[in-house]
Nanobody, 125 residues
Framework: QVQLVESGGGLVQAGGSLRLSCAASGRTSRSYALGWFRQAPGKEREFVAAISWSGGSTSYADSVKGRFTISRDNAKNTVYLQMNTLKPEDTAVYYC??????????????????WGQGTQVTVSS
């Protein structure tokens, strides 16, 4: 398994931008799909974005398409989430996830290989 540590969260005004990072350590020699989920207070955790090992395949939730961009740097074992035009409804704890099998399984968010501890993103109106 890999260990995941998120960073980059914080407080931002609506319309602003943040970039989240997630650094992987441990068994990084394996090919993992990486992605982001979020959980707002009182709500279930939801899928945000995912990227394949090669970076050639990405997937986004409809709510973030056109505003968020996921990318990865395998040399640094890091995945990024660039978040632009943030809205108050983007406020949540953002979690990084890794899945060895496929992007498709990662999108489902069930029985994934690894999860990070989360980073808080707060968007003020």
């Amino acid at each position: 398994q890999v260990q995941l540590v998120e960073s980059g969260g914080g407080l931002v005004q609506a319309g602003g931008s943040l970039r989240l990072s997630c650094a992987a350590s441990g068994r990084t020699s394996r090919s993992y799909a990486l992605g982001w989920f979020r959980q707002a207070p009182g709500k279930e955790r939801e899928f945000v974005a995912a990227i394949s090992w090669s970076g050639g395949s990405t997937s986004y939730a409809d709510s973030v398409k056109g505003r968020f961009t996921i990318s990865r740097d395998n040399a640094k074992n890091t995945v990024y989430l660039q978040m632009n035009t943030l809205k108050p409804e983007d406020t949540a704890v953002y979690y990084c996830a890794a899945e060895e099998s496929s992007v498709g399984k990662l999108v489902l968010g069930v029985d994934l290989s690894s999860w990070g501890q989360g980073t808080q993103v707060t968007v003020s109106s």
